[in-house]
């Protein structure tokens, strides 16, 4: 029976991936939302029921009706506390919404954001009237209609935008105060990979792509905020104290210069070599003599 519901589920994620949407309604106890794991996609759920969300390093406990933000980009889980459990699932990817006037805006919305709102309660008059806004796409889904993407796509433009009357502008954050938190963790991770004690734990962090995926966002968000915050790319900074890290380890120790590159994530020392020489126009053997 488990290896069937996977099937269907397995099957359920080649339709999404093809078509770039769905929508689906959530029923008593239903398999597909408890098992449903993809994170290809943006995810909105109207829901009614117990259930606690995982959402990077939060989380939300409800018991009433509620409307989700689900973002591919940062981690979140969701657990269903109670057997009673209703309301629809909208899945779009990034390719899906694209066409859209001011898509990027709409997912770089705080509803989307690390440290944004994904979580809003809702009276029992939003939930009629965002009700049947689900109930259109699921309508609108199985029709012929030429342009049913382009209507489905302003259905969830109408409630991305209901969501931010919903909640007061009060607790959204800003994008500044956005970018500046997650510029802040960059730098906080940055650091906790220095200062380098031996040679046999090499760097394990290097490019922006590392740094993306332990922060759990995606590379081009980390870049553009760290960017607006400093002015400079996230790859500068990452060398930059890659570079500090390496003058410190030849003028401060007895390791070989081999050794120093292997600590800082070179395989071979003509990478090491010709990244220290690109970045500050001397090479490793020149920092070292003038310490002898």
Not at 15 to 37: C, H, M, P, W
Not at 110 to 137: A, D, H, Y
Request: aromatic share 12%.
């Amino acid at each position: 029976m488990k290896d069937k519901i996977v099937r269907s589920v397995s099957g359920f994620n080649n339709e999404l991936k093809l078509k770039g949407f769905n929508v689906f309604r959530i029923e008593q106890d239903d398999s597909a939302t408890k098992i449903y794991s993809r994170k290809d996609f943006y995810k909105i759920c109207l829901t009614t029921g117990r259930s606690k969300i995982h959402y990077s390093d939060r989380s939300f406990e409800t018991d009433d009706t509620i409307l989700f933000f689900g973002n591919p980009h940062i981690p979140y889980s969701w657990e269903t506390l109670s057997t009673t459990y209703v309301g629809y699932t909208c899945l779009f990817s990034e390719e899906f919404i694209k066409p859209l006037e001011r898509s990027e805006s709409i997912l770089q919305s705080p509803l989307f954001k690390l440290g944004g709102t994904p979580v809003l309660k809702i009276s029992s008059e939003q939930r009629e009237f965002l009700n049947s806004i689900f109930i259109k796409m699921l309508e609108e889904q199985k029709t012929d209609y030429s342009f049913k993407d382009d209507l489905i796509r302003n259905y969830i433009h109408l409630i991305l935008h209901e969501a931010m009357k919903i909640e007061p502008s009060v607790n959204f954050d800003q994008h500044k105060n956005a970018t500046s938190r997650l510029t802040s963790v960059f730098f906080e991770l940055l650091e906790r990979q220095f200062p380098i004690e031996t040679p046999d734990m090499p760097l394990k962090l290097r490019t922006p792509q590392h740094y993306a995926d332990v922060l759990s966002v995606h590379v081009n968000y980390l870049n553009r905020a760290v960017k607006e915050i400093t002015g400079k790319p996230t790859s500068v900074h990452i060398s930059e104290r890659i570079v500090t890290e390496a003058k410190a380890l030849l003028q401060h120790t007895n390791w070989n210069i081999r050794e120093v590159g292997y600590a800082l994530g070179f395989e071979y020392p003509t990478y090491f070599n010709n990244f220290f020489k690109k970045q500050t126009g001397t090479n490793p053997k020149t920092i070292r003599l003038e310490q002898v």
